[in-house]
Every structure is written in structure tokens, then in C-alpha cells.
């Protein structure tokens, strides 16, 4: 358990400390590329709003479970480990659901059980137990800070899209001229407030990455 | 002396550390947060009443919407009388029947509150029901228009039924399927949820949800026994 003392010179924004931030977003998306997490992007992504406030209730735990596993990392009993993670993960979730309801009383009732079931998100508990546990709180912000701005682009570019193309409004607000073009015939289209549909869109978000990141095909 | 990370007395000693600290935080929060909940609790609840009488409002309006269609509030027993110092929004309806299931409260000692509101010149009559649905509770509004027999409007929640099925409840489709319906016939409750509903023929027959019977019966016998109890104070001011 003996960690290599080296001097703390390494600059906030080092390179290494960079890649933090940025391989969540492509290389590594926790979506994407490792598919975690996927429940809750599939299932709160109908409007802009909601996946604004799940990324920033992600955001939250994760930046905040980081640091803290992160700062316990040498105390934490190895053999209560995950346990020691949930709890604090959980402490947090319960955290950011009271303040839900305190204060955006409306979006915590449309999140529902997904803001509970942040804690089981495998995307935090991965971080933690991959990254926080083996590193100095510092890089361990990064990291879930990169990981939630990974999660939440990809939840936002879905919602966007549903918004627009299932309730034709944009953040709540109904695009202009919508009237226009259902006067024309055009309608709303139910299936891509469906379930199904986020997927289907996570898929092409991920062949589209794919097909600009090379590195990312399997070889077979 | 350095500590062995990996005793049974170091493991034991940072539970329960851990416990404590978390423990105390949450209770902390919980408290201090109550109040915006409570309010925020309580708008909703103004919200749906005033959504059985057709306001249709957001939340941080229906304290102001409240009061301006709200004119009184009764509170009666179980038999339809007047209870005197009850204030009728104040009753925990859900709670009160949570109790009389539990056995911790007597059916007698149950209170009914009644909204009565006035609306486009018009009294409107509010019944908040709660009853029990498939895997949980399910509560509701009914309002009656001044005829104390015809339905103005309705509005059901539930908190753990089926989604699409049980949880249908809720939709709009089947709340207004009650829009002009009859309560009473011949001084008993007519109003019963039937498969497709009752048609021109019968004024009182509500269509069920399909997959979702348990939840349907159980918002029927919640009517029924609800209006029962709202029936003699009707009479009294007919």
C-alpha cells in the first residue's frame, strides 16, 4: 500500500490532468464507448430540462463521491470497500433528491425513482472504485467532473433531439413557428418520446463517433 | 502505534464512524429542507383541487387561485355532520385512512373535509377521496356541480400503480370520463365502473382501464364509499 512519494510540482492542468477531463468526453465516453449508465439516459431524455438537471445531479456525486473516496482513500477498510462507497454514494444521492424536491419540485417528480437510482449508477461506482480509490483528490475531481460532462452530453444531444422531434418545443418552449408546420399536416412524433427511440439515437451518436474515431473499432 | 487498516476492530470503528457522520448529515438536511418541501406539497395539493374545477394553474399561482375560487371549507364525520375548528385543508386525508387501515385510528373518528368553490357564479363541490389501488394508494378529487348530483369534474393520482396500466388513472381520458356523470340515483350511489362504460343509457357508468382492473375497482368502491358519507350533509343543504 506504499505510495510513491513524489513532490507535488505537476502543474493543476497538466497534461496528464487534461486527458482527465478530456477522454470521458470521447475515447472513454462512460456512455458510448463503455455503455454504462444507459438506463437513465434512456429513460429521463425526453425533454432538455430533465437531462440538464440529471447531469447536474450526476455532476454533483460523482465530483463530490470522487473527492471524498478520494480523500479516505488510505482509511477506507479494504474489506468493506464497496461498501464504504455505497454509503457515501448513497448519502449524496439522498443529498441531491431532497434538494430536488425543496426546490424544483416539478423536475424531482418528472426524474422520479432515476434521481434514487443515481445510486446505482454504474458509471459512478466505476469511477470510484477504478479511479478515486488509487488516486489524489485533485485528479480524482477531474475525473468525475470529466465522466458527468461525458454522461451529460450525450444525455442533452439525445434530449435535444427527442424534444424537438417529439413534443416540437425546445426546453418547454414551443419552437416558432411549430404552428405553422402543423397546420401543413406535420405531427409530433410519438415513438421517439418512446423508450426505444433514446437508444436507437445513442446508437447512431456512437456509429457517428465511431466512424470519426478510428481507434475506437474493435479489430475482430 | 500505527493502525492496522485491516482489523476487525479498525473495520468495526470506521462503520461505525462512517455511520454516525452520514447519519447525522442527512438528518441535518432532511430538517432544514422540510419547510420548502412541506410548501411545496401543499401548492400541489391546491394545484389538484383547483384542477377538478377546471383551473388549470402552475404551482407558484394556485396559493392566489386557492383563494380566490375557494369560498368555504367544511369538515364533516362519518355520519355528514358538521365538524366545528377542523380546518379542511389541514387534514391529512391519506394519512388518516392510512391509520384506519393499521387500526391505529376508528372509523368514526375519520374527518371529510369538502371544498366548496365558486365558480363563473356557479358552486362547485370538491371531494377529496383516497382509497387503495393494486400496489398502492390512490387518491382523488371529484367535484360536483351545485345540483350536488352531477359531476363537474375529476382528477385521480395514484402513488405506485402500473405504469400504462393501473397508472392510466391519472390521464385525463379517464378523469373526464366522469365530466356529467350522476352520482346519486334514488338517494344511493349509482356511480360503478363498468367494461366499456355505461353508454347514453346509464349516466353513471364509468369504463374501466383495460389491464388495470384492480386499480379501477379500487377507485370505484373509493367513489362510492366517499360519496356515502358526503350524501347526508348533501341533504342538509339542498
Known amino acids: 500500500m506504499a505510495e510513491v512519494a513524489t513532490v507535488e510540482t505537476e502543474p493543476l492542468f497538466s497534461k496528464k490532468n487534461r486527458q482527465l477531463l478530456k477522454d470521458p468526453l470521447d475515447d472513454q465516453n462512460p456512455i458510448t464507448v463503455q455503455v454504462l449508465g444507459i438506463c437513465s439516459a434512456l429513460a429521463i431524455t425526453t425533454q432538455v430540462k430533465n437531462a440538464v438537471v440529471m447531469t447536474i445531479s450526476v455532476m454533483f456525486v460523482m465530483i463530490a463521491g470522487n473527492v471524498i473516496v478520494s480523500l479516505l482513500r488510505n482509511k477506507i477498510p479494504d474489506r468493506i470497500r464497496i461498501i464504504v462507497q455505497l454509503v457515501i454514494v448513497a448519502a449524496l444521492v439522498i443529498l441531491v433528491d431532497q434538494v ?17 437510482l443515481i445510486i446505482t449508477n454504474c458509471i459512478i461506482m466505476g469511477r470510484l472504485e477504478a479511479f478515486a480509490l488509487a488516486n489524489k483528490p485533485w485528479p480524482s475531481l477531474l475525473d468525475g467532473f470529466g465522466n458527468a460532462i461525458g454522461y451529460g452530453w450525450v444525455l442533452v444531444v439525445v434530449a435535444v433531439v427527442r424534444e424537438i422531434f417529439g413534443s416540437g418545443k425546445i426546453f418547454g418552449i414551443v419552437i416558432p413557428g411549430m404552428d405553422w408546420l402543423y ?9 421517439i418520446i418512446l423508450p ?10 456512437i456509429w457517428i463517433q465511431r466512424s470519426k474515431n478510428t481507434q475506437l473499432i474493435e479489430s475482430h | 502505534m500505527a493502525l492496522d487498516k485491516n482489523s476487525n476492530g479498525y473495520t468495526f470503528g470506521f462503520s461505525i464512524a462512517m455511520v454516525v457522520i452520514v447519519g447525522a448529515v442527512l438528518s441535518i438536511a432532511a430538517i432544514q429542507l422540510k419547510p420548502f418541501q412541506d410548501e411545496n406539497v401543499k401548492m400541489e395539493k391546491m394545484q389538484n383541487i383547483l384542477y377538478s374545477i377546471s383551473v388549470v394553474c402552475s404551482r407558484e399561482e394556485a396559493s392566489e387561485l386557492f ?16 365538524l366545528e375548528g377542523v380546518k379542511a385543508f389541514d387534514i391529512d386525508i391519506q394519512k388518516q385512512y392510512k391509520e384506519v387501515r393499521a387500526k391505529a385510528r376508528t372509523a368514526e373518528a375519520v374527518e371529510y373535509p369538502l371544498f366548496i368553490c365558486e365558480k363563473e357564479g356557479e358552486r362547485v363541490y370538491v371531494v377529496p377521496m383516497v382509497g387503495t389501488g393494486l400496489w398502492g394508494p390512490v387518491w382523488g378529487f371529484v367535484s360536483l356541480k351545485s345540483d350536488l348530483n352531477t359531476v363537474f369534474g375529476a382528477t385521480f393520482d395514484h402513488k405506485t400503480e402500473t405504469p400504462g396500466l393501473g397508472a392510466e388513472i391519472k390521464e385525463d381520458a379517464f378523469g373526464d370520463q366522469f365530466k356529467n356523470d350522476v352520482i346519486y340515483t334514488d338517494g344511493e350511489v349509482s356511480m360503478k365502473i363498468l367494461k366499456g362504460g355505461g353508454g347514453k343509457e346509464d349516466p353513471s357508468g364509468i369504463d374501466g382501464i383495460t389491464g388495470g382492473t384492480i386499480t379501477s375497482v379500487g377507485v370505484e368502491e373509493m367513489v362510492i364509499r366517499s360519496f356515502k358519507v358526503y350524501k347526508p350533509y348533501f341533504e342538509t343543504i339542498k
Not at chain 1, 424544483?104 to 422520479?112: I, P, R
Open chain 1, 196 to 205: 426505444p427511440m433514446a437508444l436507437i439515437l445513442v446508437g447512431i451518436i
Open chain 2, 67 to 82: 383563494d380566490k375560487y375557494v369560498v368555504e371549507q367544511v369538515v364533516l364525520n362519518n355520519k355528514g355532520e358538521v
Open chain 1, 100 to 116: 430536488l424536491k425543496a426546490f424544483v419540485y416539478d423536475v424531482s417528480k418528472q426524474l422520479s425513482v432515476f434521481v434514487g
Open chain 1, 183 to 191: 397546420s401543413v399536416g406535420y405531427m409530433n412524433n410519438n415513438m
